[in-house]
Nanobody, 125 residues
């Protein structure tokens, strides 16, 4: 019943931009905070950004300024805008939904209730 569906990934050259989408189904959208995570090849899943039910945001160190998270309640969708893409941004990007996090623990992926299947971002030079 509950589904999170990521889209918007692809193959992009260094310096390009992407807008990822996380469409949600089967949840009361305004009750959930949504986080974006990424998993590079051979690495553990790590937090990118998070947006609360009331539009508060957090970003991983070094990413604020290139990454912007936002939510659209009319579409039950959360977005991740990525600018000035770098090769190190290459990863599978996942969105997760949770109802019981404080902002200072948003990056702990084990605390999320639901996950999407991910969308691949590949940055080439």
């Amino acid at each position: 019943e509950v589904q999170l569906v990521e889209s918007g990934g692809g193959l992009v050259q260094v310096g390009g931009s992407l807008r990822l989408s996380c469409a949600t189904f089967g949840i009361i959208f305004e009750d959930f905070g949504i986080g974006w995570f990424r998993q590079r090849s051979g690495k553990e899943r790590g937090g990118v950004a998070w947006i609360s039910e009331r539009d508060g945001t957090y970003y991983a160190d070094g990413l604020k300024g290139r990454f912007t998270i936002s939510r659209d309640s009319a579409k039950n969708t959360v977005y991740l805008q990525i600018n000035r893409l770098q090769p190190d941004d290459t990863a599978v990007y996942y969105c997760g939904a949770e109802t019981a996090l404080w902002g200072n623990s948003w990056y702990r992926s084990a605390l999320y209730d639901y996950w999407g299947q991910g969308t691949q971002v590949t940055v080439s030079s």
